[in-house]
């Protein structure tokens, strides 16, 4: 879980949206921020080969636009925890990761896992870990992402 910053298009400066939020940058250009998560598929030394996680403003993979075959359910539970259930007319065929916590963190049940899009994140930058991959998962975190690639 990361402080995300990227720029933005002249929507909303100043404001929010959502758990966005909106500033006027230099050169007077806009810049959105937020807490994104990610989950690391490959360490490469001085930054990482990330997938983002997301609710999709809590429509999971039923948002318009969204490609339902780059994504599988993520939730965090115990060993014996069932995942949790698919929104209506979502078609999700992937099988569901498990993030086992590092403490009180918890994925909304509306979280899906983007293997379609890898996002490099530099190793000098502020995390808060949630969690890991259960170990049961960790093959499907690998071979999912080089599906999607």
Known sequence: MMLWIEPAELLNPGGTRGSTHFSVIKYGETAYSEIRRFVVVRNKGAFSQCVPV??????????????VEDRAVIYTGGEHDPPPS????????????????????????????????????EHNVKVLSIGTIAPEHCHLLEKYWKLAH
């Open 86 to 121: 698919l929104l209506e007319g979502e078609g999700i065929t992937k099988q569901a990761l498990r993030v086992v916590t590092d403490g009180n963190e918890t994925l909304d049940v509306r979280s899906r896992i983007n293997f379609g899009k890898t996002y490099t994140v």
């Open 54 to 67: 997301q609710t999709y403003r809590r429509q999971g993979a039923t948002k318009v636009g969204v490609l």
